[in-house]
């Protein structure tokens, strides 16, 4: 069944299950042109894009719904990391499908990695796809949207250089209110050899962070207490001002946003082991409110795996960052992506991965079976040779290791005291607040008069579980 999810629930750029929806009421020009519906997949990075498509088509009057029998306009944000993620949207469209046969002026239209992937190929083969629009083309919206209703196919997956939205104010919908999104860059230049990244989102860009700046302030004034600093590599962050040749940094960028509001919490995500520099660190080191939590994917930790891999580093110097980390900003917490059975993987290859998640101690980590893309350098160049029963089994062993390792650290964390920033009620019970630490570790505690959604608290950890903290309000003295 298809269960729509906040973004909030997951960390940036490495999940691919569930759907979104947008539902939030929105000022639009008037008369509303129509209602559109938005689903989006994938990594944090689509889920801010389709806050960028609604604040395009809120411009040219269409409202956001979140009811799909009410939607003139069906839009499927898609992911193509890995085969999986492209099953379940093909299965979503099939569904629209029955909606196209009922309401002839419907349209549907596929946004994001997959459009990108298979450009017209989907007009062709999706009989009722009527637009396909690649992540850098969303400016084209309005137009193309005109076109398919004209009847004719809308079609833009032109990547772009310099495409970074820098302008639009993304509208923020479906959200807590609390926690959001800024994206501070666009594409991927690393050519990590199983990855579609570079193919569907093209060339690496900055923003320019004077309006990254405005957008948290603009955040700030809101009401929203966190943002977390979105790109495929934030470490790569580079800009230059066109006119004065002065450069912004990953580190300054860090800086500048948490010097918003100290109430502004500040969080970033994906770090990439070769680039993250020791000014980082110390940056966050620095400041109270950037949180001591650092995604930092390892991918594999067998220097010949991570070869073929194309990562550019090898075990020793993850491990040399990981060092870095620890000494520089003590009690940091560190996540990882991690692949099993990628190309030519053996049990001494494999046991090297558990071997380096004992050495980082992660916190977290999305954890995945290696799945071949169509065109990357890996698809190239190695067979696929990992039988999927042994893929999954090791899978198993990495997720149960982390288990163990989550539970390990979560336990430690029992009668301590964290600052907690509230998003909102417990899902099990509207009597708790569910919120998260600095090491991006749910809390959950008993309500207290007076406190809500937004604010801080201070909370006694008193039990734990691989994945929940629990506790109570400690009041400062
Ligand atoms: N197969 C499996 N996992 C992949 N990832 C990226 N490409 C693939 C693939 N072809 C994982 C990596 C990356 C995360 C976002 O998704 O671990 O860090
Ligand atoms: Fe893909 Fe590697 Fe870029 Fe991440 S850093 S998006 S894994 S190519």
Not at 333 to 352: N, P
Not at 400 to 416: M, P, R, T, V, Y
Request: hydrophobic share 35%.
């Amino acid at each position: 069944m298809f269960e729509p999810s906040s973004p909030q629930d997951r960390i940036p750029l490495a999940e691919e299950q569930q759907g979104s929806v947008y539902y939030q009421e929105v000022e639009t020009a008037f008369p509303p042109k129509g209602l559109f519906y938005i689903e989006s997949y994938g990594c944090a990075m689509n889920f801010n894009d389709s806050e960028i498509v609604a604040s395009v088509l809120a411009e040219t009057g269409y409202q956001p719904t979140r009811d799909l029998d009410l939607a003139d306009l069906i839009l499927i944000n898609t992911c193509s990391i890995r085969e999986k993620a492209e099953e379940t949207v093909r299965k979503r469209l099939q569904a629209f499908k029955k909606l196209k046969r009922k309401n002839r002026g419907l349209l549907v239209g596929v946004l994001g990695c997959m459009a990108e992937r298979l450009k017209a190929k989907f007009l062709e083969e999706e009989k009722l796809v009527d637009l396909v629009v690649g992540p850098d083309a969303y400016r084209d919206l309005p137009r193309l949207i005109e076109r398919a209703d004209d009847g004719e196919k809308g079609l833009n997956v032109y990547l772009s250089r310099e495409e970074t939205y820098a302008d639009i104010n993304p509208l923020r919908l479906d959200q807590n209110g609390v926690t959001s999104f800024i994206s501070i860059m666009r594409g991927c230049d690393n050519m990590c050899s199983f990855c579609v990244v570079p193919f569907t989102r093209g060339r690496e860009r900055s923003r320019d962070p004077f309006t990254i700046l405005a957008e948290a302030q603009d955040l700030y004034a809101k009401g929203y207490r966190e943002a977390t600093l979105l790109g495929q590599n934030v470490d790569s962050y580079h800009w230059e001002n066109p006119e004065t040749g002065d450069k912004v940094n990953f580190a300054q960028l860090l800086e500048m946003v948490a010097g918003v509001h100290p109430g502004l919490r500040v969080r970033f995500s994906t770090s990439h082991p070769k680039d993250i520099t020791n000014e980082v660190l110390e940056t966050i080191a620095q400041h109270k409110n950037i949180c001591d939590y650092i995604h930092l994917p390892v991918q594999s930790g067998s220097s010949r795996v991570l070869e073929m891999m194309n990562r550019t580093y090898d075990a020793d110097w993850y491990k040399e960052r990981i060092d870095a980390i620890r000494r520089i900003i003590p009690n940091c917490a560190i996540s990882s992506d991690i692949i099993a059975g990628f190309c030519s993987e053996t049990e001494e290859d494999h046991q090297e991965t558990l071997n380096m998640m004992q050495y980082a101690h992660y916190t977290m980590s999305y954890m995945f079976t290696y799945s071949e893309r169509p065109g990357t350098l890996a698809a190239r160049k190695y067979p696929d040779d990992v039988p999927e029963e042994v893929k999954k089994r090791r899978l198993e062993e990495i997720i149960s290791f982390q288990a163990e390792l989550s539970s390990a650290h979560n336990l430690l964390d029992i009668g301590k005291t964290y600052e907690v920033l509230i998003e909102g009620d417990s899902k099990r019970d509207d009597q708790e607040f569910k919120g998260r630490n600095t090491h991006n570790k749910v809390v959950i505690f008993p309500k207290v008069a007076g406190l809500r959604s937004g604010d801080y608290a201070r909370v006694l950890i008193t039990s734990a579980t691989s994945a929940t903290l629990r506790g109570h309000i400690v009041r400062p003295d």
